[in-house]
Each structure stands twice: as C-alpha cells, then as structure tokens.
Nanobody, 126 residues
Framework: QVQLVESGGGSVQAGGSLRLSCVFS????????MGWFRQAPGKEREGLAA???????SYADSVKGRFTISKDNAKNTLYLQMNSLKAEDTAMYYC????????????????????WGKGTLVTISS
C-alpha cells in the first residue's frame, strides 16, 4: 500500500526557513515522479516543486530561487527546503507521488498525481 507522510511544518517568522520531509512507503520510488503542493484557505491547490521520473526538476515561479526539492532514495524521503519564507507561503503543504512516468513539468501541473499525504501546516508570521 502506497503511503506518504509529511512532517516538518510549523510556525516561523517571515524571512525564516523550514525543511519539509515526506517519508514514502509501499514501493520503490526511485524512478517515479514526486512533488510538493500547497493549499491556502480559500485558494486552489498550487504545485510548488516536482521531480520527474526522468530526474528533471521544475518549480513554480512563486517559489523559484527560494525552495529546493530533493530526494534521498536510501531514506525513502522527499524534502522541500524552504528559505526566505513570506506570509503568503502560509498553507497546508502536501507531497504527492505517481506510478506513471512523467516529467517534472507534467507532475507539477499537467497531470493529477494519484497518491497524496495528509499534509503538514506551515504558518509564516510577518
């Protein structure tokens, strides 16, 4: 059974940093696409960063240069390093994965991913 469990959320001041983690289980994720998404109250879900099955990465313009996605296959963990956080980054953050091959661009916004974690809350105070 595929499972994704996020952690690392919390409350920080604007300008600070957080690192989110997503531990995955159920199959070997080393070659499958994974990504980070967020949803703020009253807003649509937004794709932030993704790693494609081809190893490519892609970022939303809103986080490019501030967020970095990475994956440690030995630890079965996906990470999102978030720096220079802003109040508008406040949201519930989710990781997602899929068993179908896709590029990072497709994973970020073109194709809905099949597996999702329950999310971790990030609150940024200004």
């Amino acid at each position: 059974q595929v499972q994704l469990v996020e952690s690392g959320g919390g409350s920080v001041q604007a300008g600070g940093s957080l690192r989110l983690s997503c531990v995955f289980s159920g199959y070997t994720y080393s070659t499958y696409p994974m990504g980070w998404f967020r949803q703020a109250p009253g807003k649509e879900r937004e794709g932030l960063a993704a790693i494609g099955s081809d190893g490519s990465t892609s970022y939303a313009d809103s986080v490019k240069g501030r967020f970095t996605i990475s994956k440690d296959n030995a630890k079965n963990t996906l990470y999102l390093q978030m720096n220079s956080l802003k109040a508008e980054d406040t949201a519930m953050y989710y990781c997602a994965a899929d068993l179908r091959p896709m590029t990072a661009v497709q994973a970020l916004g073109g194709i809905a991913m099949d597996y999702w974690g329950k999310g971790t809350l990030v609150t940024i105070s200004s």
